[in-house]
C-alpha cells in the first residue's frame, strides 16, 4: 500500500466516482513509486460492488488518460494478471478537489499535491508534531537535507560533481550518499573508457535521482547500463550545435527504464519493440542489458 499515491489520488478530480474508486483500489495495491499493481478485474469488480464491464472501462480510461499504463504480466491459476502501474506525476497533474492550484514548483509547494506539507495539518495529544509529519511516509522523512548554502563544488572532483548533479531531491537520500562515496572507482573507469563526463555521465545521474525510490542506491554501479548506452547513442548520432540539450525523457520511459535496470521480475513481452527502441534512443538502457534481460534487441534505425 502506497500512503502517497492514495493521498494524491483523494485530492484530485479523476471524472466520475467509477474511475476515481478503482485507481484508490489501485493506489492501494501499488508501491510509492506506483507500480507493482496486479490484480483481477473480477476482484477489483467484486471488492467494489461494480460489474466487471464497469471496472474494465475505468482502466482502459485511466490507460487512455495517461495515469495509469500496462507494466507486464504475472502467472495465475486461471493464465495470467495484467500488471499495472500508476503514474504519479500524471495524477499530481490533475485538478484538485479542494479548488486549490495544483503546482509541484518549490514556489507553491504547499498548495499543490496532498503529500506536502501544506496539507491539513492533525495533531495526537502532546505530540511536539503534527502526525502527518511524524508518519514514516510523509514527504518529510523521504527526502533529503539540502546540502549547506554556499559550499562550493569541487570541479577538479568527479564523484563531488556526481553528488551535485544527483541534487537534494530524493533519488539519493542521505543513506545513499554514506553507501556510493565507497564505489568512486566507479565512476574513474567510465572515465578510463573514453565516456564524455558532461555529455554521457552528468545528465544520466541528472535524469535518474528526480523521484523517490523504494531501495536506495547504493553504488555509482546503478548508473553505469545507461551511462554506457547514453555514449553509444551519442556516438551513433551526428553532432549537435554546442549547448542543445536533450530532450527530457517522459515519465512512462523512466518508469520502464527503471524496470529493465532493476531486478524485478520482467515478462519477455512486458517491453515492446518500439518501447525498446524508445529506451535505446533515449539512451536510459543498453542493448547488453536488454539482452540479459530477455527482452528481444530491435534493429536500430540507421541514422542517414
Known sequence: M???????VQRRTVGSATRKSVLL????????NGSGIWTSKANIARDLELSRRAVQLAIQELIRDGLVLEAGQRDCKHGFTVEYAIVPQA???????????????????????????????????????????IHPNH????????PPKGRAVDNSDPQARCLAAAGPG???CPASRAEIIKTVQVITDWLQDGIDFDA????????????????PIRTWAYFSDAVHAAHQ???????RPQGAEKTSASPQLRFYADWVN???????????????????????????????????????????
Not at 483500489?25 to 510509492?32: G, R
Not at 479548488?99 to 504547499?110: F, I
Not at 535524469?207 to 531501495?215: D, F, K, L
Open 25 to 32: 483500489y489501485m493506489a492501494d495495491k501499488a508501491a510509492d
Open 2 to 8: 502506497s500512503n502517497l499515491i492514495s493521498a494524491s
Open 139 to 146: 514527504p518529510m522523512n523521504l527526502t533529503t537535507t539540502p
Open 233 to 239: 547513442q551519442r556516438l551513433r548520432q551526428p553532432a
Open 91 to 133: 495524477v499530481d497533474n490533475l485538478p484538485s478537489t479542494r479548488g486549490q492550484p495544483v503546482d509541484n514548483s518549490t514556489a507553491t509547494r504547499e498548495q499543490g499535491s496532498p503529500r506536502e506539507s501544506g496539507a491539513r495539518v492533525t495533531r495526537e495529544g502532546d505530540s511536539p508534531q503534527p502526525v502527518n509529519q
Open 262 to 304: 532493476g531486478n524485478r521480475y520482467l515478462p519477455p513481452s512486458a517491453i515492446s519493440n518500439a518501447m525498446a527502441q524508445a529506451l535505446l534512443a533515449a539512451g536510459l538502457v543498453s542493448v547488453e542489458r536488454l539482452a540479459r534481460r530477455g527482452v528481444p534487441v530491435p534493429a536500430m534505425k540507421e541514422q542517414p
Open 200 to 215: 554521457d555521465i552528468l545528465p544520466v545521474i541528472r535524469a535518474r535521482t528526480t523521484h523517490i525510490r523504494i531501495s
Open 170 to 172: 530524493p533519488g539519493l
